[in-house]
Nanobody, 122 residues
Framework: VQLQASGGGLVQAGGSLRLSCAAS????????IGWFRQAPGKERVVVSC????????YYEDSVKGRFIISRDNAKNTVYLHMNNLKPEDTAVYYC????????????????WGQGTQVTVSS
């Protein structure tokens, strides 16, 4: 299974980006999808997650109120809407899936996308 993460880029502080995570050989509908990020020299950490039920979402404290995770089961795609971006949001962002409910540990997810670079300039 290979997930495809896209939508990263270079943006000024205060700007917005929308990341997408899609899969052609895997169905998201009964799975949780997590977004993780990894900055240079740092470990990969969870940013947000949406469980199989759209009512259950998680946001890391630093992104609460700025990032919104959503899913479109018809398109088999999950989005991470990132608003009011800050330089500290700069990282490679990864999507992950393969479990039913959100978990905060990256090791809990068997399937991963290739990562998309987000760079926020000050």
């Amino acid at each position: 299974v290979q997930l495809q993460a896209s939508g990263g880029g270079l943006v000024q502080a205060g700007g917005s980006l929308r990341l997408s995570c899609a899969a052609s050989d895997f169905t998201f509908e009964n799975n949780a999808i997590g977004w993780f990020r990894q900055a240079p020299g740092k470990e990969r950490v969870v940013v947000s997650c949406i469980s199989e039920s759209v009512d259950s979402t998680y946001y890391e404290d630093s992104v609460k109120g700025r990032f919104i995770i959503s899913r479109d089961n018809a398109k088999n795609t999950v989005y991470l809407h990132m608003n009011n971006l800050k330089p500290e949001d700069t990282a490679v962002y990864y999507c992950a899936s393969g479990i039913r409910y959100c978990r905060l540990r990256s090791g809990s997810y068997p399937y991963w996308g290739q990562g998309t670079q987000v760079t926020v300039s000050s």
